[in-house]
């Protein structure tokens, strides 16, 4: 996983699965990472194969740091299996999920 | 140190344990996907099972108390072209599976393993159990890509491998008995049964009677599982009062209370006793509470045959390996007893449908004249062949007297037995019918009604076309029943005329009307009466042989004044020649005429 930064925005790219053994080290990296002026994350999903309840707990976790910044997360590029459990679990709903 | 995960292939089953951590979920995971991926499962069956395996998982991991965290987490995989069924056995002190799964509220981090797998799979069944529960999860299969059809037809030499595969079996079973169990002479006892005509039912009594004297049971009930599966049925019990109700497996998310469907659907031993009391609302709780005693699934091989209880009734200690053992050995050899039965009637029915074909394809021989008569220097010869199968085509030639001959070319529409049967019928009445000056469209009428009543009660029809030749005055006179136009050319023509008056199947209208159309054949004209195979055949290409080229073949024929011992052989090579096989695709039955 790496982590840039741009304006207020902390971009997570590079990130291969998601699931229970990695996915609160993850929140916790994601979340260190932020800096105060940052109030959005962009995670990059195009590399993502896998992603189970405990992944979209994590994503779910960061969410509502964003949301107490007043900003959002969004999810970029996700592949169509991955775009499928979101929507699945409706994620798609919380999350702002875009194709670039 | 042992590898980890642990893991063993059969070929269709995997098994995978592993130790309770979250980096051995994800590596046996990764054995299980190798092992679906190799079983032609497409990309979205796999993701789907891996992303439900990983819930099931993740949770057999994380509940697990310190004394179950010795154990491992074992995981089996059973791969069938329909389905893919798994069975998850966690050492957690297990929960209960409620009744509803659905999504928690949005911003909730945690809850979705349950509602994926119960949107990925199937069916999901969670059982708990005192040392152990398991989660079992199907997923079934969209069209296995490249695979053979499951449902094929096996021919006779395949059923009669089996038999004698399954036999071997039996006696390799017997001689390993014979050592140890005195349940040898039960099963040679009955292995002759089954062969005597004894009911699937009848052969089970008796051979389960054996088996309770031999381990001291009090009682049985035997089920068996339709091949659709979902359901039990009743074959047979020790005692009357035993439901013989079917007990269907629960809906996904259902509870089930039988313990012969969780035996069914874990596909284990399931025991009850006074620490597993059955349940008030389990159809052997009902007749039996307070009995101990267990469910053995019936295998042969992957598949299951149905369960097999055997129980004792109160204060009774519970059974011994040993009997075990032998309730093993009789169940093994009910299983392959059945399935033998199954192919013995699998079969029959082949051999009744080879005897079926002889028949019919007797019948039509003798409807074919071996020599054709001839009158007044008209010449004639004929020429029916049948494709892959016994058909209803046929065609007559009957002397009038005084040089007149009744051509009669039909076409049955059905294969077999009763098309073979309406042929000669109607050669027969044909055959029947008053001779002389008749009149063809006559003939077709009183044929139709005759036959009507009898051809539409099977949905049959025949198209038929009736020619009547005056050898003297070279007349030619036609009625037709749907069927294929008579071609025929003059002596000196460039062109084939189509011999064709209006009028239905034989069998479509009770009070159906028919038309002669009268001709006179010249000199050298040739005729051809055929039936819908020939211009029916196929090139590679996918053309039609067609009615234009038959009518251009036989006009360049007549004009070469052709022997029709020569236009039999030339048309039969030419339609070889299109169709650029010497397979027959459909039937090719012809009669031509030299006037």
């Known amino acids: 996983m790496k982590v840039q930064h741009t304006d207020e925005t902390v971009e997570v790219y590079d990130l291969g699965g998601l699931d229970a053994s990695n996915s609160v080290q993850f929140r916790d990296q994601v979340r260190a990472s932020m800096k105060a002026s940052e109030r959005f994350i962009e995670i990059d999903l195009s590399a993502t194969t896998f992603l189970d309840s405990n992944g979209l707990g994590a994503l779910i976790a960061l969410h509502k740091t964003t949301c107490s910044r007043n900003g959002l997360v969004r999810l970029v590029n996700p592949t169509p299996p991955i775009q499928q459990i979101l929507e699945l679990t409706r994620m798609h709903r919380i999350f702002e999920v875009v194709k670039r | ?595």
């Open chain 2, 1 to 595: 140190m042992v590898p980890s995960p642990l893991q063993t292939n059969d070929g269709h089953s995997l098994d995978v344990a592993f130790r309770c951590d979250y980096a051995e979920v994800r590596l046996a995971l990764e054995a299980i996907t190798s092992f679906l991926r190799l079983h032609r499962l497409t990309d979205d069956e796999v993701m789907g099972c891996e992303l439900a395996l990983a819930e099931g998982c993740n949770n057999a991991v994380r509940y697990t108390d310190a004394a179950g965290r010795e154990e491992r987490v074992r995981v089996r995989v059973l791969c069938t072209d329909a389905r893919v069924t798994f069975w998850i056995h966690d050492h957690t002190p297990g929960f209960e599976w409620p009744a509803e799964v659905s999504l928690p509220e949005g911003d909730s981090e945690n809850g979705r393993g349950l509602f994926l797998m119960t949107s990925l799979m199937e069916e999901v069944h969670y059982f708990r159990g005192r040392h152990e529960n398991i989660l079992y999860l199907v997923r079934t299969r969209g069209a296995p890509a490249g695979s053979e059809r499951s449902d094929r037809v096996e021919s006779a030499d395949e059923l009669r491998r089996r038999i004698s595969e399954n036999d071997q079996i039996i006696t390799d079973m017997a001689e390993e008995l014979s050592f140890c169990y005195e349940s040898l002479a039960a099963i040679f006892r009955h292995s002759a049964d089954q062969g005597n005509g004894s009911t699937k039912a009848d052969f089970a009594r008796r051979l389960l009677i054996d088996l309770i004297q031999i381990i001291a049971a009090d009682w049985y009930v035997l089920r068996l599982l339709p091949e659709s599966g979902g359901v039990l049925n009743f074959l047979v019990a020790s005692e009357t009062f035993f439901s013989d109700q079917p007990i269907n497996f629960p809906k996904a998310g259902g509870t089930n209370n039988s313990v012969e469907v969780e035996a069914a659907i874990v596909r284990q031993n399931v025991w009850f006793d006074q620490h597993r009391p059955l349940l008030l609302e389990d159809p052997l709780g009902r007749i039996k509470p307070g009995a101990s005693g267990v469910v053995h699934p019936i295998f042969f091989g992957e598949r299951l045959m149905g369960t097999l209880v055997l129980g004792r009734n109160l204060n009774r200690i519970p059974f011994t390996a040993g009997q075990l053992n032998v309730v093993g050995t009789f169940s093994d050899f009910l299983a392959i007893q059945f399935v033998n039965a199954e192919i013995q009637e699998t079969l029959i029915h082949s051999k009744l449908n080879e005897r079926e074909l002889d028949i019919a394809r007797g019948i039509q021989q003798s409807l074919i004249l071996r020599e054709l008569p001839s009158a007044h220097g008209i010449e004639l010869i004929g020429h029916c062949e049948s494709a892959r199968q016994v058909g209803g085509d046929f065609y007559d030639v009957i002397e009038c007297g005084g040089g007149q001959l009744l051509l009669v070319i039909a076409d049955v529409m059905g294969k077999g037995v009763p098309a073979a049967m309406f042929a000669a019928i109607l050669r027969s009445l044909f055959r029947a019918m008053p001779r002389g000056e008749v009149r063809p469209s006559q003939l077709l009428i009183q044929a139709n009604r005759l036959l009507y009543r009898d051809l539409s009660a099977v949905d049959m029809f025949i198209t038929v076309q009736v020619l009547h030749v005056d050898g003297v005055t070279r007349r030619l006179r036609v009625a037709n029943a749907g069927h294929c136009p008579a071609l025929v050319a003059a002596g000196g023509s460039a062109l084939a005329q189509a011999l064709a008056p209006e009028g239905l199947p034989l069998g479509v209208l009770e009070d159906a009307e028919y038309s002669d159309q009268e001709a006179t054949l010249t000199p050298g004209a040739r005729l051809l009466a055929y039936t819908d195979g020939l211009v029916e055949t196929r090139n590679p290409a996918g053309d039609l042989f067609g009615y234009e080229r038959l009518g251009e073949w036989l006009a360049t024929k007549t004009r070469n004044g052709s022997s029709v011992q020569s236009m039999k052989q030339e048309l039969i090579a030419e339609l070889t020649r299109f169709q650029r096989s010497d397979v027959l695709q459909d039937d090719q039955t012809f009669l031509i005429l030299a006037g």
